[in-house]
């Protein structure tokens, strides 16, 4: 509250608690002190009250976590400190920030978005109370009927204790590298889903509506596992930029697709300029199943996530297509990794990036055929877009391959807004900011038209956005 | 009123080279205007240049247009003001597809941009696609045409084809043809030709660019001139193509002293 309207209110003896009476509301909170150790993470077990096997694994992975030298490969993770970082803020405490907290910049893209007032509050993390809980309610209970499980994973812990257990690191490992054993010791939310076999989920589960869970937690901690012959499309993020006041965000998502099943996964992530996105991101694909991972970064101050599939039986398919938006202070590195360990195995990499003032962008990916696994296909293209001189594009294939009867194929482009593209366009009335955004808009269509359609008009007048007076 | 698109002794370099060398034409919304002229005669310097392309650098001279300094102009503002050019290679923009592409360009030709009263500044979608489908099947294009990508895997037919829809939505008072009628087979060029036929009138004037007159059967100019070494070298009626038909042009380069 702006302290002259407390002055004012004070002289004329009305009580604060009475006037902004929604302060009442606010529920016991948490938030460990700064920093990492055995205590904190106790602490945490404590609150959430943790069975004690989950415990053990999140002290367990601590010491892994120890242990990892700090990620010398990818971005630069110098300015990293992992002593100034609050590990675990409850869901409650974060409500406490009032919307006068939240940046004007960022209120404005809101607006420009054309983001409805409550989605607002929450996406700037002001908002505890928001309608969408009734929505998430009634999907929860029409996915009940169907036998699937859509729970934050906290709860799904106490829950569902024996499938969770039963797949919990197993396909990322606490000791896979440093941050998944980070996030392993001080995991919070994320999604957990079971889709039983044959269940073909009809509309998007989206993260979206679980807002009053610790959902966009830093450290949250997702896993679906699809049972044999089941469909589902999972999205999470959002378009706005998030808000966040710490800057580490480290999640862990493990996928299970079972025979035959089908998994699509969808992010759109807009992280604030201070944040480092550090995300491991995994499937297992057994016999004919396939999984697809739809994934758009904007923002942040460093990304580095590289989804993979590992095609663990025959007939399994990977798709992995990726975007990334590098602007002015920006590095994305960003990817996709295949691994075919089984024969006739197919995978498919489409990596867009787009870099401006001065933004770096880089793909990382990684094609790996096993011995034996005969009749593998992989195909892979990468086509970055520079819209100026100052900015950067790399790319870093690496392709092993252990079996001679693959068909491997790598395409890869750079190019640069080209003058008659400009100059046809702006023929025909176009400004040049409106004919470069609209050029890359196109660009990056393929990723786009695979969004659910509210993600996709957001995410056309996000790129306007980050068009904007990127003209001289 | 109608407008009269005026060139005088206008000069155009590309990387330093002078292409265009004291040009004078003018061309009133209503007419049609044949300009011929072997390669290399500065033909297609002469359309981007009309239309500002960044790359052709005008040195001196004048073009004038409704009242106002057209070589002031960015490409965009030529174009709100009525100049088009269909261009003999245009450019793919993969992912734009046709429809949006136009639904932006004429909102911004007919003033409706961002500032304009309508919801997003654009024109709005069902007075758009009316207009649009409209114009399609008065020009025989195939409504698919909407949904492909701009230019993007078009052959050379269904990109002139077209360049000729944007001409018939952007509705310009005056269009530059440049060698629209090159690279395509006898019936393409028919279909060209009588596509355009139809949308002259009163408030269009054309100036086709051409070294060669297969497109001038469909479209019959009331003017004709002669381009060579970068300047209007003869200027006069259909006859002229006859002349050169007949002749070609080395007997004009005689005259005018050009080397070829």
Redesign the interface.
């Given at each position: 509250m702006e302290t002259s309207e407390k002055n004012a209110m004070e002289e004329l003896g009305v009580s604060k608690e009475y006037q902004y009476g929604f302060h009442d509301d606010i529920k016991p909170t948490f938030k460990s002190r700064k920093g990492l150790d055995e205590g904190v993470i106790n602490q945490m077990c404590d609150i959430k009250g943790e069975p004690d096997w989950m415990r053990q694994y999140r002290l367990e992975a601590y010491k892994i976590f120890k242990q990892k030298p700090m990620t010398k490969w990818g971005g630069d993770l110098s300015q990293l400190d992992f002593d100034d970082i609050y590990y675990y803020v409850k869901a409650s405490d974060r409500s406490e920030r009032s919307w006068d907290d939240v940046p004007d910049d960022i209120k404005k893209t809101f607006d420009r978005l054309g983001i409805p007032e409550a989605e607002r509050k929450f996406l700037a993390g002001v908002g505890a109370q928001y309608d969408s809980e009734v929505v998430y309610h009634n999907i929860v209970e029409e996915l009940d009927k169907i036998g699937v499980v859509f729970l934050d994973t906290d709860t799904a812990v106490k829950e569902y204790p024996d499938l969770v257990k039963k797949y919990f690191g197993t396909i990322i490992p606490s000791a896979d590298n440093q941050f998944a054993a980070l996030n392993s010791a001080v995991w919070s939310g994320g999604s957990f889903v079971y889709v039983p076999p044959g269940v073909k989920v009809e509309y998007p589960l989206q993260a979206y509506f679980r807002i009053n869970s610790e959902n966009m937690g830093q450290f949250e901690r997702t896993l679906i596992i699809a049972d044999e012959g089941s469909q589902v499309h999972y999205v999470e993020g959002c378009t706005a930029p998030t808000f966040s006041s710490e800057s580490l965000h480290s999640a862990v998502v493990e996928i299970v697709c079972m025979k035959g099943s089908r998994v699509r996964y969808t992010t759109i992530q807009n992280w604030a300029n201070n944040v480092y996105n550090l995300v491991t991101k995994r499937a297992f694909a057994y016999e004919d199943a396939q999984m697809e991972w739809v994934d758009g970064n904007l923002g942040s101050k460093l990304t580095m996530k590289y989804p993979s599939v590992y095609m663990m039986e025959p007939g399994a398919r990977g798709d992995i297509l990726s975007i990334a938006f590098a602007s002015k202070g920006q590095h994305q590195d960003a990817g996709a990794k295949v691994y075919h360990c089984a024969p006739h195995t197919t995978s498919q990499i489409t990596s867009k990036s787009i870099s401006k003032d001065g933004g770096r962008s880089s793909y990382r990916g990684w094609v790996d055929v096993a011995k034996g696994a005969k009749g593998c296909k992989s195909h892979v293209v990468c086509d970055a877009l520079i819209l100026d001189k100052h900015s950067r594009s790399d790319t870093y294939p690496v392709i092993e391959i252990g079996e001679n009867d693959t068909n491997i194929e790598h395409e890869a482009r750079v190019s640069k807004i080209?003058?008659?593209?400009l100059?046809?366009?702006?023929?025909?009335?176009?400004?040049?900011e409106?004919?470069s955004t609209?050029?890359v808009?196109?660009?990056?269509?393929?990723l786009v038209k695979e969004l659910p359609m509210e993600y996709a008009v957001e995410m056309n007048r996000l790129i306007q956005l980050q068009m904007e007076g990127s003209v001289g | 009123m109608s407008n009269v698109l005026g060139i005088k002794n206008l000069h155009i370099s590309v990387q330093g080279k002078p292409i265009i060398k004291g040009l004078n034409l003018s061309v009133q919304q209503g007419e049609i205007h044949a300009l011929m002229g072997p390669n290399g005669s500065g033909k297609s310097t002469l359309a981007k240049g009309l239309m500002g392309h960044p790359l052709y650098e005008v040195d001196s001279g004048e073009v004038i247009f409704d009242g106002v300094d057209v070589l002031e102009l960015e490409p965009n503002e030529r174009a709100k003001l009525g100049l088009f050019l269909a261009f003999q290679y245009p450019t793919a923009i993969p992912g734009v597809s046709l429809a949006n592409f136009l639904r932006l360009a004429v909102s911004a030709v007919r003033g409706k941009g961002v500032n304009g009263s309508e919801k997003d500044g654009l024109i709005p979608m069902r007075e758009f696609r009316r207009e649009l489908r409209e114009k399609m099947q008065q020009l025989g294009v195939d409504d698919s045409f909407a949904r492909r990508y701009l230019n993007d895997g078009f052959s050379g037919g269904e990109m002139k084809r077209a360049e000729i829809l944007q001409l018939a939505m952007l509705e310009p008072k005056i269009a530059i043809l440049d060698e629209t009628d090159s690279g395509l087979d006898i019936d393409a060029v028919r279909i060209v030709g009588e596509s355009v036929s139809q949308l002259i009138g009163p408030d269009l004037g054309v100036l086709i660019i051409t070294h060669y007159p297969r497109l001038l059967d469909y479209i019959r100019p009331q003017f004709v001139h002669i381009l060579l070494d970068g300047r209007v070298v003869e200027s006069g009626g259909w006859e002229l193509t006859q002349v050169l038909e007949a002749e070609g042009y080395d007997p004009i380069r005689e005259k005018h002293g050009i080397d070829e």
């Open positions: 080209g003058e008659e593209q100059f046809y366009l702006m023929s025909r009335g176009l400004s040049e409106e004919a609209m050029i808009n196109g660009f990056i269509e393929p | -």
